[in-house]
């Protein structure tokens, strides 16, 4: 079976922020309030608050790939189940829930924020516009080989908007994760990843599963694929898991 992840997207404007914060604890709100600008206070407040209902669903039993929540969806638990799970960020350490029942990581752009979970151990997810980018980005970030991979993607149809983005935020989620034996100094180039040979192409907008090895470890992951943005989230895949492939197409208004 693949390995447990979970991620939720939210809007992270100033009206949802001042909705979530009711949703966090005092020690939590300072950590919030401690942002120096505001959008980036909304952004990890909305986070923060999108990583906890992840938790409530997963001690619940329910667990779905990826959930696009609003306010309305925060009142499936009760304010005070919130509370009890808080989240602290000692040091300048990502946050990670007290009681370490999850992993935990946190991401944002925009007016956008998300979270992801897992039981399966270190968790890293990134979201980042999908934009054209100059050629040199690829050249400053990507191997040789990893460039090779994108150009056999944009032969299958994929756009290079969207191949440059999801690479570059699947280097970010891995990064996040902690699992990768990466020095204090290092490039996006230091970190090498491989696509399984029979990955689909990444057309957009999607929403699918995907499998990868970096620093030649297994790593099983999700990606959101819209019109605007890329969401990724990986966690380390034990070698001998039989991970499902699965794609389901997300459908934008």
Known sequence: MTPHLAMAITPAHAAMAAHC??????????ACAGQRLLSRRAQSTCARVAAKWLRLETDAGRSAPLVA????SLADHPRERYL???????????????DAALAVSLTHTGDLAAAAVTRAGAVGVDIERIEDRA????????????REDLARHAGQGADQPTLDTFLWSAKEALYKTGA?????????????????????????????AFTLTACGAPFFGWAVLTGTFALVAVVAAPPAAALKRAALTLHED
Request: a negative charge; charged letters at 25%.
């Open 21 to 30: 914060a009711a949703y966090l604890t005092s020690e939590e709100r300072r």
């Open 69 to 72: 929540l609003d306010a309305a």
């Open 84 to 98: 009890a799970c808080a989240l602290s960020a000692p040091g300048r350490h990502p946050p990670r829930f007290d």
């Open 135 to 146: 050629a040199s980005f690829a050249d400053e970030h990507f191997t040789p080989r990893e």
């Open 180 to 208: 990768l034996p990466l020095p204090a100094q290092f490039s996006f180039r230091d970190l090498e990843i491989a696509l399984t040979p029979d990955t689909a192409p990444f057309a957009r907008p999607c929403v699918r």
